[in-house]
């Protein structure tokens, strides 16, 4: 390791024990433990970029855990995320209740019996409370390392779909310092935890392609189910996204398809177990309802400043496809430098600007990829287009839009990879051709 990465760590660890005594000494103990196993399947699973990796992951984890501890310090939950709030109380509820000391209440009821939506973010919590006692810090440095192990899982993925290392390392390079995910991964929220389980589902379904192994169902399963628990109208288009991809599959042989058809009946056997899709038949209704969206999305639009489309009506199907170009617009763009009214948003701008200077690469990516590298992209294909049109669609509110976009962000960052790739190996081929005809 770099020494002035570990000391970087060093700092970062006595800082969040000064400053948040005595929070901050069980957070900065969860970090090390969490880190110390991320560092070891790094070592275990990557040989030659073990090194690289392993430093980018602690650069991407020493961000995330900077922003939480400033986050904590200046007590910002309420302005950046307050679900954060909301996980900590109802996830201290549930501890408390296990351990007999308190009474159960309709609304952490809920919550145990799995029936309202994000369930299991409220678990995850309660479990991490039994360990630390309540310490929303120390939660949140969990949240922190997972979304910084993301960074070697994006590299995984990127690198099988393209067979390219410099894509895959542009890819983990994106996530590890994008200033949208180390604020959603920063925090206690879920969503840089759907996130990593959205990119070790679809590395998972890669790796099945190759060769069947129980141990990859088994991970695939636990994280099609942490999905569900989650964000459950997300499992369905990762399900869709893997039925497609085991179905199309890198190979026609009757091998690779007897292992494809395998590792479905033993995933759909495995979560039906798990009673993972018990609920399937009303939450598809309850997705799928127009009429429940343009409530929803009414709702996001007249709810903050930064609500948009409030005339748009999507309670039909004549209306969703009206609302499309629309949506999609502020999904992909927002928020736009002459909306930016307060100071929340004005600090995206940078963000913004690098994102739009980032689109040539994406289209170019895109193109080359639909091209050269369809069947083995379908999963993230088809997933980044069911969720964009979801989105565009029940989407009304610009900070709204910003946050979910990382979703898709993580794997379009793939693609803007693979555009600067064959922008600098043209870039490279000329140079090649000049010096030989100076020669």
Not at 62 to 81: N, Q, S
Not at 114 to 121: E, K, N, V
Request: proline fraction near 2%; include cysteine; charged fraction near 15%.
């Amino acid at each position: 390791m770099d020494k002035r990465l570990a000391v970087l760590c060093f700092l970062m660890g006595f800082a969040m024990m000064i400053l948040a005594f005595p929070e901050g000494l069980l957070a900065a103990v969860t970090a090390l433990f969490c880190s110390l196993i991320v560092i070891f399947i790094i070592r275990q699973q990557f040989k030659e970029d073990a090194d690289f990796l392993i430093q980018l992951f602690l650069i991407a984890l020493i961000a995330r855990l900077t922003f939480g501890l400033l986050l904590h310090i200046f007590d910002l939950y309420e302005f950046f995320g307050g679900d954060s709030v909301t996980y900590d109380q109802i996830g201290n509820r549930l501890y408390e209740i296990w351990f007999g000391y308190n009474i159960e209440t309709e609304l952490v009821h809920q919550r145990i019996a799995g029936t309202a939506s994000g369930w299991g973010m409220y678990y995850l919590v309660g479990a991490i409370y039994s360990i630390t006692g309540r310490n929303i810090l120390a939660a949140q440095s969990f949240c922190a390392v997972i979304g910084a192990a993301t960074v070697p899982m994006v590299y995984t993925c990127a690198h099988k779909i393209f067979s390219n290392q410099r894509v895959g390392k542009i890819s983990a390079l994106l996530v590890a310092l994008y200033p949208a995910f180390v604020i959603w991964s920063g925090q206690l929220l879920k969503d840089g935890l759907i996130i990593f389980l959205l990119v070790l589902a679809i590395t998972l379904v890669l790796r099945l392609q190759e060769k069947l192994r129980l141990f990859d169902i088994l991970l695939l399963g636990f994280s099609l189910f942490g999905i569900i628990s989650l964000r459950f109208y997300i499992f369905y288009m990762v399900a869709l996204a893997i039925i497609g991809a085991f179905a199309i599959g890198t190979s026609n042989s009757p091998q690779a398809m007897m292992r494809r058809i395998a590792a479905l009946v033993l995933l759909g056997v495995g979560l039906t177990y798990l009673g993972a899709t018990r609920n399937s038949s009303s939450e598809i209704e309850e997705f799928t309802n127009l009429e429940r969206i343009q409530l929803s999305r009414a709702d996001l639009a007249k709810s903050a400043e930064s609500g948009y489309g409030e005339d748009l009506d999507v309670s039909t199907t004549e209306g969703a496809f009206a609302a499309l170009p629309i949506g999609l617009a502020y999904l992909m763009l927002a928020p736009f430098p002459w909306q930016m009214t307060n100071w929340r948003q004005a600090i995206t701008l940078p963000e913004v600007l690098l994102w739009w200077t980032s689109i040539p690469f994406l289209l170019s990516g895109l193109w080359y990829t639909i091209k050269n590298r369809l069947r083995t992209s379908i999963p993230i294909l088809v997933f980044s287009l069911m969720l964009t049109l979801a989105y565009s669609i029940f989407l009304g509110n610009i900070g709204t839009a910003y946050r979910q976009r990382t979703q898709i962000q993580v794997f379009l960052f793939m693609f803007i990879a693979v555009g600067w790739t064959l922008r600098q190996e043209r870039r490279e081929n000329q140079n090649l051709m000049l010096r030989a005809r100076r020669k």
